[in-house]
């Protein structure tokens, strides 16, 4: 769980361009995104939300079998002045205690809806698409050389062992060390912490993670640490 909000304050606008709502009849949504996040360590997986709108009031998520999953209205301050944004996570429960084919199954793959209405009482209507493809954790280290540290990792290109045979097209992997977080695209293979955030650090043992983002947008992390003397 660690850096999963600050990864997705970062990821959220691109993400969302690589995975667009799509519209239906009525005005849509800005961005709807459903999808999976999964952590290597400690093994356990969630399903969340994002959405972006101009002064909405109410929202309800219907699954691909047309139940209602989530419904939210605002109140008070909220139903006057409306809402835009909306983030949130399911609980991850750990793969060690909850099989993954119960976890998949109650969040089944396809379209889910979201519909919304407006304070002027438009109607908003967005749909977007929940997948199994899950990317391996990437395999990372780190190097600390004369106060740099360079964050390596190998190429995902298929599901983790016992997750659905999906095909995997990673579209960009994440490097986040504390405050510091860098988004990068396919093809990128390692990322330098600059010199002066890693001063800033002081000795002793720090954390770091590597996400792997899938074009379906689940994305898996690899957490790792490096130390500095």
């Not at 809402?83 to 609980?91: D, K, N, V, Y």
């Amino acid at each position: 769980m660690v850096g999963v909000l600050r990864a997705l304050s970062v990821l959220a606008a691109g993400v969302a361009a690589l995975v667009p709502a799509v519209p239906c009849s009525a005005a849509s949504f800005s961005s709807a995104r459903i999808y999976i996040e999964y952590n290597r360590i400690p093994n356990d997986l969630g399903f969340h939300v994002a959405l972006d709108g101009e002064d909405w009031k109410s929202l309800r998520i219907l699954s691909p079998s047309g139940a209602t999953i989530f419904d939210l209205t605002g109140k008070g301050g909220y139903a006057k002045l409306g809402l835009t944004e909306l983030f949130f996570e399911g609980a991850e429960p750990s793969l060690d205690d909850v099989p993954l084919e119960e976890l998949l199954g109650l969040f089944p793959e396809g379209r889910y809806k979201f519909i919304g209405t407006t304070l002027g009482g438009r109607r908003l209507s967005s749909v977007a698409t929940l997948s199994h493809a899950v990317p391996d954790a990437p395999a990372a280290t780190a190097e600390v050389d004369d106060g740099t540290v360079v964050i390596r990792w190998e190429p995902v290109s298929q599901p983790p062992e016992g997750f659905p045979d999906r095909r995997i097209e990673i579209v960009a992997y994440q490097v986040i060390v504390g405050d510091f977080q860098v988004s990068l695209p396919a093809s990128s293979t390692q990322a330098t912490v600059p010199p002066e955030y890693v001063e800033s650090l002081g000795p002793g043992e720090h954390p770091f993670e590597v996400l792997a983002i899938d074009k379906s947008g689940n994305q898996t992390i690899r957490e790792g640490s490096f130390e500095i003397e």
